[in-house]
């Protein structure tokens, strides 16, 4: 039996072996390495003391030391730091962001998402295919895309491409381009630039795609037929008309999305899968742990499919959510206090979990577009009185998160009894592997990326508007206490931000572009 990377048992890479003590380099040479020291770092899965060297030439780690050296150990003039006690994680990989640029930056764009994603220790997020005009779902648009990011990055950035009736011909060219996978809907998007797909259009999806270097993600939610006709005209029907209650109550809104939108959904993906059986599955945002079951049958049979799970659900409870707070609105919905418990339960099974991996899902807008009332409208400037009432119907869905969901992880977590390995594998290794990075991001290791965080694992924080760099402060997360602070993010071998000195303004956004094509299915 093949062994399964994403398994909580599945070893990590051994790093190449480290060159011994000592490095020669001449004292007349300007510095060519940077080195990185603690006590306490994530090394192949485990906490261990570590001395890293990272060229500046490459950006790439050249030796690791699983101990602290000091400084004399290497030519005077090295740049050299021991951030002991505090711990030294690879960068974050958020597999799963909306950045909106170009043609919605007011919500978002590449420059407020980026610096808000180091803020957090996140040092590669993957921008989704729909909220920019126009949206990633052809080659004009991915090259849209790339322009309106060039020179704004303060992290490095993928992009997904996007699945939609009639975009065919565009993806293996999108593949070609370097698109890190592709996502479609199979319910209304909420924009009418990317409208959802039929069974019938992703079944043409995946037999195109069938043996191309990527993976397939969806947005499963289907309203199940409740004719004895079904056709294909239920998946592009919007939810409920007539809600079963106050347009106020978040009650209403989660009943109008039941976990059987979920399990539909995945139902028509798994029966689908087998005209693709080599090419990646992925379930985006999975909220219902009715779903779970399903997801592990089909495993068990060697279906290639995994899922996510976002902050949101692991942290927020439909139990807390007041009325009229339409920051918690997201689809699909936070569910209740035992839904969540049953997400954290699977994600710490010993054996192997249906949910691989933890991401934002940040999907920013303005704050009039969440129709907040009088009394939640906080600091950014809202719409009028007759706008702000609170309607979680007619409110844009999405949580606002880049850059706090370390925090937000480890705060719930530790209560689970967590570990950093976990949090490294869900958010790091795991992430960089769904995207086709694993050679070069997720993980701290010879020949990888010198992207880290420095992580103080006991220092809180309350989530206000200094501390959400995103472009609209506007999120269900303010004034609530993180525990776990991101004191400095590097990014080959470069620091970008710092919690005392903020950002590196004289250098500048460093970010790059990942846009080497996939090489296989990962």
């Known amino acids: 039996m093949a062994v399964n990377p994403f398994s909580a048992n599945f070893a990590y890479p051994t790093p190449e072996p480290s060159p011994p003590n000592g490095i020669i380099l001449s004292s007349t040479q300007a510095p060519s390495i940077t080195v990185i020291a603690s006590s306490r770092a994530v090394l192949s899965g485990r906490l261990t003391a ?72 996140v040092t590669t997020v993957v921008d989704m295919p729909l909220n920019a005009i126009p949206p990633t779902t052809t080659m004009t648009g991915l090259r849209e895309k790339v322009q309106a990011a060039s020179g704004q990055c303060w992290v490095d950035v993928g992009f997904y491409g996007g699945i939609v009736p009639g975009n065919l011909a565009e993806l293996k060219p999108l593949v070609k381009a370097g698109v890190r996978g592709f996502k479609g809907f199979l319910i209304d998007s909420g924009v009418d630039e990317f409208p959802a797909v039929s069974s019938r259009d992703v079944a043409k999806v995946l037999t195109e795609l069938a043996d191309e270097p990527t ?55 798994l029966c689908l899968a087998a005209l693709a059986p080599r090419l990646p599955l992925h379930i985006v945002h999975l909220s219902a742990t009715e779903a779970i079951p399903l997801l592990q049958n089909a495993r068990a049979r060697g279906v290639k499919i995994t899922a996510e799970t976002c902050f ?61 009332p009088p009394n939640l409208v906080g600091h950014g400037k809202n719409g009028s009185e007759e706008d702000t009432k609170g309607d979680f119907f007619a409110a844009w869905g999405g949580i606002s998160s880049v850059g706090l969901g370390l925090s ?96 590196n303004e004289k250098q500048g956004p460093g970010g790059k572009l990942l846009l080497e094509p996939r090489t296989a299915h990962s």
């Not at 989660?254 to 399990?263: A, H, K, M, V």
Request: aromatic share 10%.
């Open 408 to 503: 937000i992880l480890w705060t719930e977590g530790k209560k689970r009894g967590i570990s950093l390995e976990d949090v490294i594998r869900w958010c790091c290794w795991n992430t960089a592997r769904q995207v086709g990075l694993e050679k070069q991001k997720g993980m701290l290791g010879v020949g990888y990326d010198g992207d880290i965080a420095v992580f103080d694992d006991d220092a809180e924080f309350v989530v206000e508007p200094t501390t959400m760099l995103f472009r609209n402060k506007c999120s269900p997360y303010e004034n609530k206490t993180l525990r776990g602070v991101v004191k400095e993010t590097w990014l080959r071998g470069q620091k970008i931000f710092s919690r005392a000195d903020g950002f």
């Open 50 to 121: 570590a001395t890293i060297v990272i060229s500046l030439a490459t950006g790439k780690i050249t030796s690791i030391f699983h101990s602290v050296l000091s400084s004399s150990d290497f030519p005077p003039g090295t740049p050299y730091v021991d951030h002991t006690p505090h711990i030294l994680l690879p960068g974050l990989v958020d597999a799963h962001v909306h950045l909106n640029e170009p043609g919605r930056t007011e919500w978002e764009g590449f420059w407020t998402g980026t610096r808000a994603a180091a803020f957090g220790g």
């Open 312 to 372: 949101h659900y692991l942290s927020l409870a439909a139990e807390q959510i007041k009325d009229g707070d339409t920051r918690h609105k997201c689809c699909p919905p936070i569910r209740t206090q035992s839904n969540q418990d049953g997400l954290w339960a699977e994600m710490l099974r010993e054996d192997d979990s249906v949910i691989q991996t933890v991401v934002s899902d940040h999907s920013p807008c303005t704050p009039n577009l969440k129709l907040l």
């Open 215 to 269: 993976m397939v993600m969806f947005h499963a939610e289907m309203i199940p037929p409740v004719a004895a006709s079904v056709g294909d005209a239920v998946q592009w029907s919007l939810p409920p008309l007539s809600p079963s209650g106050p347009l106020t109550s978040y009650d209403t809104f989660l009943t109008s999305r039941p976990p059987t939108f979920e399990t539909y959904a995945i139902s028509e993906v």
